[in-house]
């Protein structure tokens, strides 16, 4: 079955700092997803990844994409209180169901 | 607001119950997912719909089931239910079978205690 890691768990970062959370999967899959979940929310879509080397950015937030080393980064850049919250990276093979990695619990502090 | 509604929001039964989940999709959209998220297995996938008929199988107990009725709505029924049946049952929605940028959006979810 296929396996998705993400790394670190939680993550404690102070505003204006950098920092990337890393997502490696087990399998050959060439759709992955990040999402965000606020506490006692639900998933909201971030950024589809659909082929090797994609990259996309969305305000501070940069994705990408290396199918061959089956590695994903959720990159944040300049973080601020507002982008505390669990993000979860998904992997979706050649059936339809997605595998979630175990998230990651990113906290902001000012 | 992703437009996928779930209803009840949250749901307090006992063991050896049985509950329906009822999911409303975006309009428009063909497929319905259903997911199971607990502190221990994580966010797993549950059972996948499109346009009525059953597409894609997870991890679903044989104690759940589910179908999508002619409207696209779709059900989730757990019967027996156990305690470590007590999680947050999400639906999702998209536009067709899945694949390409077929992304799924998610419901507010149904909290299920079971005591």
């Known amino acids: 079955e296929l396996k998705v890691e993400q790394n670190p768990l939680f993550l404690s970062m102070q505003e204006g700092k950098n920092y990337t959370i890393y997502c490696n999967y087990s399998?050959?899959?060439?759709?992955l997803y990040w999402y965000r979940q606020d506490p006692g929310k639900s998933l909201e879509s971030l950024f589809v990844?659909?082929?090797?080397?994609a990259v996309k950015q969305e305000g501070r937030l940069m994705a990408s994409l290396d199918t061959k080393a089956r590695l994903s980064t959720l990159h944040i850049t300049a973080a601020v209180h507002d982008l505390s919250a669990t993000y979860f990276c998904?992997?979706?093979?050649?059936?339809?169901?997605?595998?979630f990695g175990t998230g990651t619990r990113l906290t902001v502090i000012p | 607001d992703s437009g996928v509604t779930q209803t009840p929001k949250h749901l307090i039964t006992a063991t050896g119950q049985r509950v329906t989940l009822r999911c409303s999709p975006r309009?428009?959209?063909?497929?319905v997912y259903w997911y199971q998220q607990s502190l221990d297995q994580g966010l797993q996938f549950l059972i996948q719909?499109?346009?009525?008929?059953?597409?894609a199988k997870g991890n679903i107990l044989e104690r759940f089931s589910a179908q999508q009725f002619p409207d696209l709505h779709s059900e989730l029924n757990l019967s027996s239910l156990e305690l470590g049946d007590s999680a947050l049952y999400f639906c999702?929605?998209?536009?067709?079978?899945?694949?390409?940028?077929?992304?799924?959006?998610f419901g507010p979810g149904t909290r299920l205690t079971v005591l």
């Open positions: 999702a929605s998209s536009p067709h079978g899945g694949g390409g940028t077929d992304t799924q959006y």
């Open positions: 399998t050959t899959s060439d759709r």
């Open positions: 990844l659909l082929s090797n080397g």
């Open positions: 998904a992997v979706q093979t050649g059936a339809n169901n997605l595998f």
């Open positions: 309009s428009g959209d063909l497929s």
């Open positions: 719909y499109y346009n009525g008929e059953e597409r």
